[in-house]
């Protein structure tokens, strides 16, 4: 990433006529790396949704509070959005991208060590898992409102269509993994086929959420 940055800063000091710009090979890097960020986002949002009642059971909480996990999103979005707007205002673009990811990977984080505390402690396992899913509703908008502005920056008129279209479907993409994934992850069953098995349902809480921490910050170290 140095070196692309070094060899953009290098060729940007080439005057070009008036109306021109010089794309770059990388825009593809730039547009997948903006697309998986988001589709990492829209996991965060959803991935409760389809195991609430095994979510519900780690936690020692109601499926409506297991619901305001995802809700908490609907209700940050307009404060997130302020933020999003003034980041794309006073930084670049790419600092606003490195912003959201880092959201990202310490939602993940934050996540994680719920699912280590909650044994002991269920219900301040999921405060803190409530946390991460704030900081996450954050950096939302981020995502949503700059696929646009990522062709803008980095492609031709030609290919601006294609580029805003492609990074549009990754969050909804994000949204069918996060509902499709944690019930494979996460199974209520033991090794005999006993149902509502607490210690299945840990291990597989556990896998699910380090894992997805592990994804986000490889995303978040991969914008740096």
């Not at 909480?61 to 205002?89: D, H």
């Not at 492609?166 to 499709?180: D, K, T």
């Not at 019930?183 to 005999?192: G, W």
Request: aromatic content about 10%; glycine content about 6%.
């Amino acid at each position: 990433m140095h070196e692309l940055r070094s060899a953009v800063d290098s060729t940007m000091a080439v005057s070009l006529p008036a109306g021109e710009f010089r794309v770059y090979g990388a825009r593809w890097h730039m547009l997948v790396l903006y697309a998986s960020s988001s589709l990492l986002n829209a996991v965060l949002w959803i991935s409760f949704a389809s195991i609430d009642d095994d979510v519900a059971t780690f936690y020692d909480v109601s499926v409506s509070a297991v619901n305001w996990l995802a809700i908490v999103f609907q209700v940050m979005y307009f404060p997130a959005m302020l933020f999003a707007l003034y980041l794309l205002a006073a930084f670049d673009l790419r600092f606003t991208l490195v912003v959201g990811t880092g959201m990202g990977a310490a939602a993940g984080v934050l996540r994680a060590v719920s699912a280590l505390v909650a044994p002991s402690a269920p219900h301040l396992g999921y405060a803190v898992c409530m946390a991460g899913q704030l900081t996450a509703s954050m950096a939302q908008p981020i995502f949503l409102s700059t696929p646009a502005k990522v062709a803008a920056n980095w492609f031709p008129v030609s290919e601006r269509d294609l580029a805003t279209t492609i990074g549009s479907l990754f969050n909804p993409l994000g949204n069918a993994m996060g509902q499709v994934v944690p019930p494979m992850v996460v199974v209520s069953t033991d090794d005999d086929g006993d149902n509502d098995d607490m210690a299945a349902i840990r291990r597989g809480m556990q896998r699910l959420l380090w894992g997805q921490a592990a994804v986000l910050t490889l995303s978040w170290l991969w914008t740096l």
